[in-house]
């Protein structure tokens, strides 16, 4: 199983090389410090205790109730072994696996996440290969809201209003926090009232975030939907 003591080497060098890095917990650092969006790396145990993956991780953090843990993300890509490695696998037994993975996050990871960890950029992202399922159309309103793309937001609500319209969902459902965001934000958007849909979003954003490992190093700033 994967543990502290095998992922300190990577953590280590990482975080010599670039001091915005911040470990938290054992198998995961992310940047600081985190504006709207949580950006990481996260060595993922497997079933077989002799192997971890590696991945990215983007967690946006205005959305309502956002479910499940930050290290998971909003949006998340597994990284490969070098084509030329000679193992498929991240083998803690292989000895190139510690010095591949450190090249990998660096020079994949780490610019992956500074072109898109901005709600602007985050908002441009392509398909998600590795994603565990689509992402909700309710989501990704908010992601045009947070960039203040209004009209991108208000073409997702005029389509999806209708599916929600006198239905209601069990709380704590997927279905549930979707109903949730849309109704919270359809009369502002409608109206472009850029001021109240800020708040709402800088409201489910310190929800997220305090009393969680992120609150030390969140600094709440505008959206661009308030440029």
Request: hydrophobic share 35%; no cysteine.
């Given at each position: 199983m994967t543990s502290a003591r095998q992922v300190r080497p990577i953590f280590d060098?990482?975080?010599?090389k670039h001091p915005y890095l911040v470990q938290i917990g054992n198998r995961f650092a992310i940047k600081n410090p985190v504006h709207h969006i949580a950006l990481g790396i996260f060595i993922?145990?497997?079933s077989d205790p002799n192997c971890c993956s590696p991945r990215l991780f983007m967690t946006a953090l205005y959305f309502a109730g956002l479910p499940g843990a930050?290290?998971?993300?909003?949006?998340?890509?597994?990284?490969?072994?070098?084509?030329?490695?000679?193992?498929?696998f991240w083998l803690w037994s292989d000895p190139t696996m510690i010095p591949e993975a450190i090249a990998v996050l660096d020079s994949v990871a780490l610019p992956k996440l500074a072109l898109y960890g901005t709600p602007e950029s985050y908002a441009t992202l392509p398909s998600r290969p590795h994603w565990v399922y689509d992402?909700?159309?309710?989501?990704?309103?908010?992601?045009?809201i947070a960039a203040g793309k209004l009209d991108a937001a208000r073409a997702i609500r005029h389509e999806r209003q209708p599916w929600h319209a006198g239905k209601?969902?069990?709380?704590?459902?997927?279905?549930?926090?979707?109903q949730t965001q849309l109704a919270a934000v359809e009369e502002p958007l409608m109206a472009g009232?850029?001021?109240?849909?800020?708040?709402?979003?800088?409201?489910?954003?310190?929800?997220?975030?305090?009393?969680?490992e992120?609150?030390?190093?969140?600094e709440p700033t505008p959206?661009?939907?308030e440029r």
């Open positions: 060098a990482l975080k010599t993922e145990r497997t930050i290290a998971i993300g909003t949006y998340f890509e597994y990284l490969s072994r070098s084509p030329t490695s000679a193992e498929k992402e909700p159309y309710e989501d990704r309103m908010i992601v045009h209601s969902f069990p709380p704590g459902s997927r279905a549930h926090r979707w009232d850029r001021p109240a849909l800020a708040k709402i979003l800088h409201d489910w954003e310190a929800a997220n975030v305090r009393g969680t992120l609150e030390p190093y969140w959206f661009p939907l």
